[in-house]
Nanobody, 124 residues
């Protein structure tokens, strides 16, 4: 079992930045690909980014286009999502997820564990 706890969400003006954190506990952190998803009201959950133990990253380029950066600190069992140049359309609940193994998936159904989510609201 893996427990994930997100933090760092909030209200920010367009053009601003936020850094989300996801602390993992339980099983060996290194055994999991860590991902970030988001879900806006009335929309499906959308893949944002994922990172392997090695640091190899995958992004949903259509939505983040170089504005977001995912990273992980394996010594602290934590994954981060640095979000810059935020736009109102980035408003959503952001979820951290863990997938056992070394393959990155961009579909939410592939992930084994989820955090409770953290709200990000970007005002115009």
């Amino acid at each position: 079992q893996v427990q994930l706890v997100e933090s760092g969400g909030g209200l920010v003006q367009a053009g601003g930045s936020l850094r989300l954190s996801c602390a993992a506990s339980g099983r060996t952190f290194s055994s999991y690909v860590m991902g970030w998803f988001r879900q806006a009201p009335g929309k499906e959950r959308e893949f944002v980014a994922a990172i392997k133990w090695t640091g190899s990253m995958t992004y949903n380029l259509d939505s983040v286009k170089g504005r977001f950066t995912i990273s992980r600190d394996n010594t602290k069992n934590t994954v981060f999502l640095q979000m810059n140049s935020l736009k109102p359309e980035d408003t959503a609940v952001y979820y951290c997820a863990a997938k056992y193994g070394t393959v990155v998936y961009t579909v939410s159904t592939a992930y084994d564990y989820w955090g409770q989510g953290t709200q990000v609201t970007v005002s115009s």
